[in-house]
Each structure stands twice: as structure tokens, then as C-alpha cells.
């Protein structure tokens, strides 16, 4: 059974970093993309960003491009979201999600088998 567990999440002002972290467990991911989205009250889930496990490949929300950096530790079998400058509306909850295959691209959280929990960030101005 796959299991995605977020923390690293918390309350800072506008500014500031924050880096979230994903522990995956019961599956080899190697052949998995891992996905980080976040939902605003009142909002649908959106997409920030995946990193294909194997070679460690990247993709970006254009909201997010240039200020976060989304990474993974094999050894740790975990997925970072690396947060700076980080802004009021970035304030959501924020989930971790794995699916299978290699298609770096996956910006629906429908494409994704796999959720975590979710982690609050909230940003103050």
C-alpha cells in the first residue's frame, strides 16, 4: 500500500522559506512522477510542480517557476518542495501525490493515484 506522508508545513510572513517534505512508502517509485499541488479555501487543487523519480527531471506551475524547487532523496525515498520568497497567495494546503509512469507533465490532480494528507502553509502579509 503506497503511503505519502507530508510535513514541514506552518505559519510565515510574506518572505520568507519554507521546505516541505514527502516520506513515500510501499512501493519501488523508480518508475513513479511525484507531484506537489495545493488548494486555496474555496479553490480547486492546483498544480505546483513533479519531478520524475528516476533522473530527477523537473516541471513548474508558472506561478511558482522561479521560487520553488521541487527535488527528491532516493535514499530517503522522500520528495522536497523547496520554498522561497514565498507570498500571501501561496497560503493553501499543500499535497503530495505519485503516479505511475514516466510523463513528466501531469498537471490534473485525476492523473494521480496517490495523495497525501496535505500540510497547511499559510503566509502572512
Known amino acids: 500500500q503506497v503511503q505519502l506522508v507530508e510535513s514541514g508545513g506552518g505559519l510565515v510572513q510574506a518572505g520568507d522559506s519554507l521546505r516541505l517534505s514527502c516520506a513515500a512508502s510501499?512501493?519501488?517509485?523508480?518508475?513513479?512522477?511525484m507531484g506537489w499541488f495545493r488548494q486555496a479555501p474555496g479553490k480547486e487543487r492546483a498544480f505546483v510542480a513533479t519531478?520524475?523519480?528516476?533522473?530527477?527531471?523537473?516541471y513548474y506551475a508558472d506561478s511558482v517557476k522561479g521560487r520553488f524547487t521541487i527535488s527528491r532523496d532516493n535514499a530517503k525515498n522522500t520528495v522536497y518542495l523547496q520554498m522561497n520568497s514565498l507570498k500571501p497567495e501561496d497560503t493553501a494546503v499543500y499535497y503530495c501525490?505519485?503516479?505511475?509512469?514516466?510523463?513528466?507533465?501531469?498537471?490534473?490532480?485525476?492523473?494521480?493515484?496517490?495523495w497525501g494528507q496535505g500540510t497547511q502553509v499559510t503566509v502572512s502579509s
Open positions: 501525490a505519485a503516479t505511475v509512469g514516466r510523463h513528466l507533465y501531469k498537471t490534473f490532480p485525476s492523473e494521480y493515484n496517490y
Open positions: 510501499g512501493r519501488t517509485f523508480s518508475s513513479y512522477v
Open positions: 519531478v520524475r523519480w528516476s533522473g530527477g527531471s523537473t
